[in-house]
């Protein structure tokens, strides 16, 4: 499924991605334009907002920012909205039992603004006011991005949340030594590669009873973390899915 709308910006867009995860108030869309407007953040990705798309308040909400508004994609689902890129961070304050990597902010904006620069796509996501990132959108995600906030009050409110990302990413694009180096001859797997590499992976272990009862959706995440640790290319993701058909057909045709 694709995105539900979209709009082209008419240049090509500056940093990561900020993708809100069905936010719940246009209010709240309108000031996190506003706080990507203040470091210069130009890509907004909305995932099924609750209230609709367009949505007058946030317009008036976003003082100057509106232009993010106007070109802002909606999508159905934070698998769509990812789907094309290849580096994804989620802030959390909790890893919620998944074996992720674990970044502070300055590290992560670093890595990422690294991939950009090699001509990778990123993005960041951010959750719902009230309940923030939900299990399977942060098994989405390469790592997690903690803020040195206070143990006893870690709930940040969604603008300030871009605020910070915003902050450290002008820190990080702006000249700090970066270590990684892009292999054009390999290009690291699209979200979507991936995800067709999970769902193969996934659907012939099931035929295999490899699952016990009511214990799937925990190890199907904790695998997919496995393969996000790995940084995969494309080629990587061709030979997994080739390796993958090659043992299920072996299968069937003991079962035959």
């Known amino acids: 499924m694709g995105a539900v709308t979209q709009a082209t910006p008419k240049t090509a867009p500056i940093g990561p991605a900020i993708i809100l995860v069905e936010p719940q108030l246009g209010e709240n869309i309108g000031m996190a334009a506003r706080a990507m407007a203040n ?31 106007d070109t802002a994609k909606v999508y159905a689902s934070t698998q769509d909205a990812v789907a094309d890129l290849t580096f994804v961070l989620a802030p959390s304050a909790r890893a919620r039992g998944q074996m992720k990597r674990v970044l502070a902010p300055d590290a992560a904006m670093a890595d990422l603004a690294s991939r950009l620069g090699a001509g990778q796509g990123g993005g960041i996501l951010f959750g719902r006011e009230r309940t923030g990132l939900e299990n399977d959108d942060i098994a989405l995600a390469d790592a997690l991005v903690t803020f040195p906030v206070d143990p006893a009050f870690a709930s940040l409110n969604l603008a300030q949340a871009v605020l910070l990302v915003g902050y450290e990413w002008v820190r990080a694009s702006r000249g700090v030594a970066l270590p990684f180096e892009a292999n054009p001859s390999t290009p690291p797997a699209s979200r979507a590669s991936l995800i067709g590499l999970f769902e193969h992976l996934e659907a012939e272990l099931e035929d295999a009873e490899f699952y016990p009862p009511n214990k799937k959706p925990v190890m199907s995440r904790n695998m997919r973390d496995m393969f996000h640790r790995m940084g995969p290319t494309e080629q990587d993701v061709r030979t997994w899915r080739g390796a993958i058909r090659a043992l299920a057909e072996l299968r069937r045709r003991r079962k035959a």
Not at 43 to 62: C, F, I, K, M, Q
């Open 39 to 69: 470091f210069g953040l130009s890509e907004l990705r909305l995932v099924a907002p609750r209230d609709g798309w367009p949505n007058p308040a946030a317009l008036a909400a976003a003082a100057g920012a509106t232009g993010l508004l």
